[in-house]
């Protein structure tokens, strides 16, 4: 299981959807964003349709939300998918303050927006906390950690936008 802090916007799973057919991403799976072959071939399309904008965001990735005791969404069918420009991957914890400070820089944020209002202008750019309880997808990600030397860290239930006070659940309050 792994928990991920991003920096990026949601994508509508059923957006995506249409964008894969219309586009005619052949190896992009719209209900399996993460697996390494879809990552690619989004990207892959992305740097074709906006290149400008992709030259400032080398390292796009997709990351889905998954909580497999959540009867309501059955992966890989979660409502969204969320498009980010900073992921931070753990199994344990993140200083989340610590990544945030990091920040994003100015061309990469404004590049953000740019792919942002091209396929989810609705959408915020913020941080998200994002939970992916898939096991198989941990050890995928620890492994391709490992092999690019990534040292940086980050287990049930979707996504908390960590910027506002929206994430707390009002009815747990009563």
């Not at 992921?87 to 994003?104: F, K, L, P």
């Not at 941990?138 to 239930?157: N, V, W, Y």
Request: hydrophobic fraction near 40%; charge should be negative.
């Amino acid at each position: 299981m792994s928990i991920f802090l991003v920096h990026g916007f949601r994508w509508a799973r059923n957006e995506v959807r249409v964008h894969v057919v219309l586009q005619e991403v052949d190896d992009a799976a719209p209900n399996n964003l993460m697996s390494g072959d879809s990552e690619e071939a989004m990207n892959d399309n992305f740097r074709e349709l906006y290149p400008k904008i992709m030259d400032k965001l080398p390292g796009l990735r997709f990351i889905e939300p998954l909580n497999p005791n959540n009867e309501k969404f059955k992966y890989p069918s979660e409502p969204f998918v969320f498009v980010a420009d900073v992921v931070v991957q753990s199994e344990d914890y993140i200083d989340v303050v610590e990544a945030m400070n990091r920040g994003v820089r100015a061309h990469q944020w404004d590049a953000m927006a740019d792919l942002r209002d091209q396929i989810a202008k609705e959408e915020k750019i913020t941080w998200y906390v994002v939970h992916n309880g898939d096991r198989q997808l941990a050890k995928q990600e620890r492994i391709k950690k490992e092999k690019s030397g990534d040292t940086s860290t980050l287990e049930d239930s979707d996504a908390v936008d960590v910027c506002s006070q929206s994430f707390i659940d009002s009815t747990a309050l009563r």
